[in-house]
């Protein structure tokens, strides 16, 4: 099987990138252009341990429903 890996260099404290990694409101302006949306759960701010988010998008043409469930947390 293929695998991909990618490498970046991010020059941020290791705690910041974390709390962006969870950010609802960051991940809703950087996936915009799909109209993606949370609908459920936490809908913004930090998600944190054992929370959920909903969101709604169109990929491809089609409306896709998700919800996500952060399981296990270690910052």
């Known amino acids: 099987m293929p695998i991909i890996q990618i490498k970046m260099v991010i020059a941020a404290p290791i705690e910041r990138c974390f709390d962006l990694s969870r950010n609802i409101d960051l991940h ?3 996936t915009s252009h799909t109209g993606e ?3 459920g ?3 913004s701010g930090l998600i ?3 929370e959920t ?3 709604r ?3 491809f043409g089609i409306r896709q429903t998700l919800t996500t469930k952060v399981t296990e947390f270690e910052s």
Do not use: M
Request: aromatic share 6%.
């Open 48 to 50: 944190g341990l054992s």
């Open 41 to 43: 759960g936490v809908t």
């Open 53 to 55: 988010v909903t969101w």
């Open 57 to 59: 998008a169109r990929h």
């Open 37 to 39: 949306e949370a609908i």
């Open 28 to 30: 809703k302006i950087s």
